[in-house]
């Protein structure tokens, strides 16, 4: 056995000692490099891999025993911060609150449309529906982009959980091995616990993320079928419009199939209504509770209002025409707080708008018959009464028959009114309702009206109810929608006047010096406002808004070519506006400084002139810059345009810079201002404006003289103001030689003091200049203020001169006392 056993250990020993001498001579083979004498065979092209196995996940370096702590902490925090539990749950709340309303709103609206569609509804009420779909889609695809940017906020939290327990697991097996204290071990447990928790919260929050994204991405998508279902119906309402949609009034079919089904169509519109309206109002009572508190805020501030302008009005005559505004509170509130019923009621359904502007015809009435001419009264009544009824056949537009019975009633009844109207008002001048601003297009637009309405009734009896509709209800709501822009307009008139005589308003100089100009601008700009508003308004009742914006937008996207230069039309326009904004803009800001800051500070003469030239320098230059860019130009080709024009600018207009930047050195160095008198050789007069190329010298003469700013500079100039306003004028005097010098001079004095143009500091002199042998010079010397009028003051001493030494001196007085005993 053991003799075996020797045999079978010295065989492994020589099999393993002859592999090493393989395994040597091998690797002495391959390090020789020796290059192969036959070229090998080229190689067969490989056979595509299969696909790579996926590296196994990096296994996480748990946390040393002695950072467990400091870590732990850390770790904490980024718990907390990637929890996020107050914004994701306001979210899910506030989400699924929506939903819920969005969940009504769709259940209202497809009541309507299968109640509405059925019976050829108008194509206003066909845009109304497609309006409030179209409502329900944005916001349900906004809630669905809200949770999906949480969904995937919470998808990034949970992966960074994973990433951080994972580590916290390998940290609490190697403090296990590695046998830690307890207390760190029960660290890492709260920590990982910790992390357990977090990562249950935030699936559960994904959870319900998820469903809520569900039932808003579902809620848009009846809402998109809805919409495709309203622009099929309103494509055909459109095509079909002046086709018959309904048996005329004559046949026997429309009456016998009318009375057939009008009693079971009018309960079943009652109820369906009255249904939706009460859902409504039990789903948003507090929002009726929040509007009426804040209709009470708005009473008692309009109460407090009322009293202060009382007491302002009895001291200031402007506020009495507007304190009429103020003297209705409660009607006043009434109007502001229905202009605010969108804010409280979202989605409502359509019966409810219908009631509420029932409602506001009320106040409205009232606060127009306050404002308007006593005469148009019963224009007003008239016009109310027939929106009221225009609205009562709203609430019956499911029922056809009674619908189309009711309009051909009211066109008529509004006919008659448009007659009466027309006749009541004349042609005559005298009569109260031509003096009315505006009252020829008044005129037009009911005669307009008067022939609409009538082809309204003809195809309402013919059988085009969709076209008698449209046209007649955009008549009777245009007529009762210029009243309500009257109204309106005239209150922002009043509240604009009473505005510029309350403190602090009419304190600014340029309301208190140019109060009628600026209303007289803002009434205009408010007019053309409430115009285009009306024009917008009938527009889009007719259906004509959408497709004129979309005709509009497709000539402001079309190009115009011009070399290589492609501007849109858009572009254009944009230039356009830019540059009279800026226009506008510079002389508002001008207007602005010459009336409110140079007034409050003590500038020199002339330098008031100089800051606004400069403004207006940099508004133009500014505006020029943001017009390039809206008209899309290269800045970076222009500058090389300009750079490449600057040798020929230097040369050509070489004149024209030069008196350009002369004029700039003029306003900033200030040697002549406007305002100052010189003179240049043979001009004198008063410097009126100081331009871009050439200033305005308004001669003595009465003529207005143009001088290039290059003369102001480089030529001489005599400034006659440029320290003082006062001008020097010297009278020479000639006297016979037998003159007494002191008599002269006390008379040339004299005289100069009698000249209401002569100052009297500096004091005028006489002085006796020279003596001949036949004649005595003397010359007087004044100061005046006038400065324009030194040749009328010179010209008037030489004649109170003459005159003075033509007549004989005065007899000499005998002196007190000695009484005269000549003769």
């Not at 804040?294 to 009382?310: C, D, H, K, P």
């Not at 009544?381 to 609430?395: E, I, N, Q, T």
Request: charged share 20%.
């Amino acid at each position: 056995m053991q003799g075996n056993s020797y045999r079978c250990g010295l065989q492994a020993c020589l099999r393993l000692l002859i592999s090493l001498l393989l395994w040597v001579g091998f690797a002495i083979a391959a390090s020789a490099q020796v290059p192969p004498l036959v070229a090998p065979p080229m190689a067969k092209p490989a056979a595509p891999a299969a696909p790579a196995a996926p590296a196994p996940e990096p296994v996480a370096e748990p946390i040393p025993v002695a950072d467990v702590a400091v870590q732990g902490e850390a770790t904490m925090l980024q718990i907390r911060q990637l929890d996020n539990k107050g914004p994701v749950d306001d979210l899910i709340e506030t989400a699924g609150n929506e939903l819920q309303a969005l969940a009504r709103g769709v259940s209202l609206r497809s009541s309507e449309m299968r109640r509405l569609l059925p019976q050829n509804a108008s194509i206003d009420i066909i845009r109304g529906l497609q309006q409030e779909w179209r409502d329900i889609e944005n916001r349900a695809t906004a809630i669905t982009r809200e949770l999906t940017r949480s969904a995937l906020q919470i998808d990034r939290n949970l992966a960074e959980l994973e990433k951080t327990a994972t580590q916290w697991e390998a940290t609490r097996t190697a403090a296990v091995g590695e046998a830690a204290p307890p207390t760190v071990i029960e660290r890492i447990e709260d920590v990982t616990s910790a992390l357990a928790k977090t990562r249950k919260r935030l699936l559960e929050r994904r959870t319900e993320i998820l469903s809520l994204q569900s039932r808003s991405a579902e809620l848009g998508a009846r809402a998109s079928q809805a919409r495709d279902v309203l622009n099929n119906a309103s494509e055909r309402a459109a095509a079909r419009l002046l086709y018959r949609d309904s048996p005329p009034l004559w046949t026997i079919d429309f009456w016998e199939s009318s009375i057939d089904s009008f009693s079971v169509e009018n309960k079943a519109n009652l109820s369906s209504q009255t249904a939706a309206l009460i859902t409504y109002a039990s789903a948003y009572s507090r929002n009726f509770t929040t509007h009426f508190m804040v209709f009470v805020v708005i009473v008692a501030l309009l109460y407090l209002t009322r009293q202060r302008m009382r007491t302002l009005a009895n001291a200031d005559e402007c506020l009495r025409r507007t304190q009429t505004i103020f003297e209705m509170p409660v009607m006043t509130a009434i109007i502001i707080a229905l202009l605010l019923s969108s804010w409280f009621y979202p989605r409502p359904p359509r019966t409810f708008w219908v009631v509420l502007s029932m409602l506001g015809t009320v106040p409205m009435l009232i606060f127009a018959r306050r404002l308007i001419e006593p005469h148009l009264h019963t224009m007003l009544y008239g016009l109310v009464g027939f929106y009221l009824a225009d609205k009562l056949r709203a609430l019956v537009a499911p029922l056809p028959v009674l619908s189309r019975v009711l309009f051909l009633v009211e066109a008529l009844l509004f006919v008659v009114f448009l007659v009466w109207m027309l006749r009541r008002s004349g042609k005559r001048s005298g009569t109260p309702w031509a003096q009315i601003k505006g009252w020829r297009k008044i005129r037009l637009v009911a005669w307009v009206e008067l022939v609409i309405i009538t082809a309204a009734i003809a195809a309402s009896i013919n059988g085009q109810v969709r076209l008698a509709d449209l046209v007649g209800g955009t008549a009777l709501a245009s007529a009762y929608t210029a009243v309500v822009l009257y109204v309106l307009l005239r209150v922002a008139e009043g509240l604009l006047q009473g505005l510029f005589c309350v403190p602090p308003v009419s304190l600014l100089g340029m309301v208190e010096r140019h109060k009628p100009l600026l209303t007289q601008r803002i009434n205009h700009w408010l007019r053309q406002a409430a115009y285009l508003g009306w024009i917008a308004l009938i527009l889009q009742s007719l259906g004509l808004l959408g497709p004129l914006f979309e005709y509009a937008r497709s000539a402001w996207d079309a190009s115009i070519e011009i070399g290589t230069f492609t501007p849109s039309v858009g572009d254009v326009l944009t230039f356009i506006l830019i540059i009279w904004i800026t226009l506008s803009l510079s002389r508002f800001s001008r207007f602005v400084l010459d009336e409110e800051v140079y007034p409050k500070l003590q500038l020199e003469r002339g330098l008031p002139y100089a800051v606004s030239t400069m403004v207006h320098y940099l508004v133009l230059l500014a505006g020029f810059v943001l017009a390039l860019n809206a008209l899309r130009v290269d800045m970076t080709k222009f500058t090389i345009l300009a750079g490449a024009f600057s040798v020929g600018i230097g040369f050509g207009l070489q004149n024209i810079v030069n008196n350009f930047v002369s004029g700039l050195i003029v306003l900033f160095e200030r040697p002549v201002k406007v305002g100052d008198t010189i003179q240049m050789d043979d001009v004198v007069g008063r410097v009126k404006r100081i331009g871009i190329r050439a200033s305005v010298i308004s001669s003595t003469t009465g003529a207005e003289v143009i001088i290039p700013n290059g003369k102001l500079i480089s030529d001489r100039v005599t400034n006659w103001t440029v320290s003082s306003k006062l001008r020097q004028v010297t009278v020479p005097v000639l006297t016979k030689p037998d003159a007494d010098p002191a008599h002269i001079k006390t008379l040339l004095q004299e005289i100069a003091l009698r000249n209401p143009l002569v100052v009297e500091r500096p004091a005028p002199e006489a002085l006796f200049v020279r003596r001949a042998v036949d004649v005595f010079e003397f010359e007087l010397r004044v100061w005046i203020a006038a400065l324009d009028q030194w040749l009328q003051v010179k010209s008037d001493l030489m004649t109170d001169i003459d005159t003075a030494l033509r007549s004989p001196p005065p007899e000499p007085q005998p002196a007190e006392g000695h009484p005269d005993v000549s003769g």
